[in-house]
């Protein structure tokens, strides 16, 4: 096994995922959702599962990780590599029913695709599987030092490549190509990739809180909206922010300043100890108060680390206390069909004394493009 500086740190996260196994009545672990794998053992391919017993590790992969996977698996943990030749589960479950015969293993059941589930299980149902939800993604809600470094980095590489994006805009460009720029840039800056499909959306097209970046050339007086990430280390960030292409009108400006004081509003309530519904409440006031709160069909933010949309979710139903090194996105926003819409998205980690922003980056009024 590959000696890096991680091994400690899957240590101490192997050895908290054993003690929450213990609290669910279970034999064994099969973890298999990639996030969580790359969590547990810092294996950042695509193809991986973790199978945990109390004293027993195994980690499982095919053949095209061979090689990745002795540089990057733990060295100061005790994890036995094995090599699915054919790439099949069944290579798995045969291993999991010499290991675990009899006994209760819990698997990622939300995760696990149908077809897979039934190769795991086997014909003789050596093992019994039980789904348990959720343990791996509890233990990578709060994240520690290094890890809110890294979605800093993510953040600040995104927010950097967007600053120098937003003078090659203007009129006449089509929404994929600020797109490619702003992609281009981030890579340009040290980023894996994206976290996520950029969202370019210009005009009317702004108000689909999801659109798909098309190909409409963008004119004089749209709105602008581009909700974008970079990925770094395998960790991601998830930024929105808003323009006009020339001079605002004055409705831009008054739904521009309403989506900031309600994300303002949500980041002040933002601390240790809050419920996601309470966060997202705060921002939710600010619209209702003007009759608007049909105009905000969705939550006010959700987690972020290894993946793009992780927990804790900040929505109406998020009964979960957030935790200090939590980190989540605050993303209201306002959409008008027809019109358009407006969000402003950025990045904070919980703290017990409230909450920061991972990277500054302006937003304090409704900014003209080009700049
Ligand atoms: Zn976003
Ligand atoms: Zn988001």
């Given at each position: 096994?590959?000696?890096?500086?991680?091994?400690?740190?899957?240590?101490?996260?192997?050895?908290?995922?054993?003690?929450?196994?213990?609290?669910?009545?279970?034999?064994?672990?099969?973890?298999?959702?990639?996030?969580?794998?790359?969590?547990?053992?810092?294996?950042?391919?695509?193809?991986?599962?973790?199978?945990?017993?109390?004293?027993?590790?195994?980690?499982?992969?095919?053949?095209?990780?061979?090689?990745?996977?002795?540089?990057?698996?733990?060295?100061?943990?005790?994890?036995?590599?094995?090599?699915?030749?054919?790439?099949?589960?069944?290579?798995?479950?045969?291993?999991?029913?010499?290991?675990?015969?009899?006994?209760?293993?819990?698997?990622?059941?939300?995760?696990?695709?149908?077809?897979?589930?039934?190769?795991?299980?086997?014909?003789?149902?050596?093992?019994?599987?039980?789904?348990?939800?959720?343990?791996?993604?509890?233990?990578?809600?709060?994240?520690?030092?290094?890890?809110?470094?890294?979605?800093?980095?993510?953040?600040?590489?995104?927010?950097?490549?967007?600053?120098?994006?937003?003078?090659?805009?203007?009129?006449?460009?089509?929404?994929?190509?600020?797109?490619?720029?702003?992609?281009?840039?981030?890579?340009?800056?040290?980023?894996?990739?994206?976290?996520?499909?950029?969202?370019?959306?210009?005009?009317?097209?702004t108000a689909?809180?999801?659109?798909?970046?098309?190909?409409?050339?963008?004119?004089?007086?749209?709105?602008?909206?581009?909700?974008?990430?970079?990925?770094?280390?395998?960790?991601?960030?998830?930024?929105?922010?808003?323009?006009?292409?020339?001079?605002?009108?004055?409705?831009?400006?008054?739904?521009?300043?309403?989506?900031?004081?309600?994300?303002?509003?949500?980041?002040?309530?933002?601390?240790?100890?809050?419920?996601?519904?309470?966060?997202?409440?705060?921002?939710?006031?600010?619209?209702?108060?003007?009759?608007?709160?049909?105009?905000?069909?969705?939550?006010?933010?959700?987690?972020?680390?290894?993946?793009?949309?992780?927990?804790?979710?900040?929505?109406?139903?998020?009964?979960?206390?957030?935790?200090?090194?939590?980190?989540?996105?605050?993303?209201?926003g306002l959409y008008?069909?027809?019109?358009g819409g407006i969000?402003?998205?950025?990045?904070?980690?919980?703290?017990?004394?409230?909450?920061?922003?991972?990277?500054?980056?302006?937003?304090?009024?409704?900014?003209?493009?080009?700049?």
């Amino acid at each position: 096994m590959g000696m890096n500086n991680a091994s400690s740190t899957a240590a101490q996260r192997l050895a908290r995922v054993r003690a929450s196994l213990a609290e669910h009545g279970l034999d064994g672990l099969l973890v298999s959702q990639i996030a969580n794998v790359r969590y547990l053992t810092g294996f950042s391919g695509s193809s991986g599962w973790l199978l945990l017993g109390s004293d027993r590790a195994l980690f499982f992969t095919d053949g095209r990780y061979e090689t990745q996977a002795e540089e990057e698996l733990p060295g100061d943990v005790d994890l036995e590599l094995v090599i699915l030749r054919d790439g099949s589960i069944a290579g798995l479950s045969q291993r999991a029913a010499q290991e675990f015969a009899g006994r209760r293993v819990g698997f990622e059941g939300q995760h696990v695709a149908y077809g897979d589930w039934e190769r795991l299980r086997g014909e003789d149902e050596a093992v019994e599987w039980q789904s348990v939800p959720g343990v791996v993604e509890a233990l990578r809600a709060a994240k520690d030092d290094d890890e809110i470094a890294l979605i800093g980095k993510a953040a600040e590489i995104a927010a950097a490549a967007l600053l120098e994006t937003l003078p090659t805009v203007r009129p006449g460009m089509r929404e994929v190509d600020v797109a490619a720029e702003l992609e281009y840039r981030m890579r340009r800056l040290g980023a894996e990739g994206a976290a996520f499909e950029v969202i370019v959306a210009s005009g009317a097209r702004t108000a689909l809180p999801h659109a798909a970046t098309s190909e409409r050339e963008m004119r004089e007086g749209d709105l602008l909206l581009i909700d974008f990430g970079a990925r770094w280390r395998g960790y991601c960030s998830d930024m929105t922010r808003t323009f006009v292409l020339g001079e605002p009108q004055a409705r831009q400006r008054e739904v521009y300043d309403l989506v900031l004081a309600a994300q303002q509003a949500a980041c002040a309530a933002l601390r240790d100890g809050v419920t996601g519904a309470e966060v997202d409440a705060a921002a939710r006031a600010v619209f209702t108060a003007r009759g608007l709160e049909d105009r905000f069909p969705h939550s006010s933010g959700h987690g972020l680390g290894l993946e793009v949309h992780e927990g804790p979710r900040l929505g109406r139903r998020s009964e979960e206390r957030l935790q200090p090194g939590t980190v989540v996105t605050v993303e209201p926003g306002l959409y008008f069909p027809g019109w358009g819409g407006i969000r402003i998205e950025d990045d904070l980690v919980v703290t017990t004394s409230g909450a920061g922003v991972l990277v500054e980056l302006e937003k304090h009024r409704l900014r003209s493009l080009p700049s």
